[in-house]
């Protein structure tokens, strides 16, 4: 993540952080998809086949994920 840049599974609303539904959502699909066993690889893979997009809009890769799911902070959105 850039300096600066909101991390997936966040937006601005009135210049403040707050979470962004739609991301949150595919975080829990991507954490529900870890928990079956699928593999980062394999979990990028489907977000791509699906046309879900990245928040710069580009391809999923497995990195992308693993970060995004061993993110404390995105955890203790998920829970919240």
């Known amino acids: 993540m850039n300096k600066g840049q ?33 593999s980062y690889h394999k979990i990028a893979a489907i977000l791509n086949s699906m046309g879900i997009p990245t928040k710069n809009r580009k391809k999923w890769h497995a990195t992308t994920v693993m970060n995004i799911l061993s993110s404390t902070k995105r955890c203790n959105d998920i829970r919240s």
Do not use: C, D, P, W
């Open 6 to 38: 909101l991390a997936y599974g966040e937006k601005l609303v009135q210049r403040r952080e707050s979470g962004h539904r739609r991301e949150l959502e595919n975080i829990v699909k991507m954490t529900e998809l870890r928990q079956r066993g699928f």
